[in-house]
């Protein structure tokens, strides 16, 4: 079930935190640089721009083996994974 939910903390490019889950949420359908990867610090500064403190809208998919839920997340009426696009590991 889908809801509303403000993004709370950016952990890297591809996972949030917001102020109603007690675990991270892993955004369906993006996969960025992790940690001390090429592109790491540009991924996340990107999604920090796009998402802190924002509202968005968050339908989970799946678990996965972290714990975090997995998530169609969209800010408005688009899916943050689209326009993170240029942000995923090459």
């Known amino acids: ?15 949030i935190e917001t102020s109603v ?15 001390g990867q090429p592109g790491y610090p540009e991924a996340k500064k990107a999604l920090n721009e796009l998402l802190r403190d924002e509202k968005v809208t968050v339908t989970p998919v799946a678990k996965d083996v972290y714990g975090r839920t ?3 997340v969209k800010k408005g009426n688009t899916l943050v994974s689209t326009l993170m696009k240029k942000h995923e590991k090459k």
């Open 1 to 15: 079930m889908a809801r509303r939910e403000t993004v709370t903390k950016i952990i890297d490019g591809d996972t």
């Open 21 to 35: 889950r007690k675990n991270p949420i892993r955004i369906n359908g993006l996969d960025t640089p992790e940690k």
């Open 70 to 72: 997995v998530a169609k």
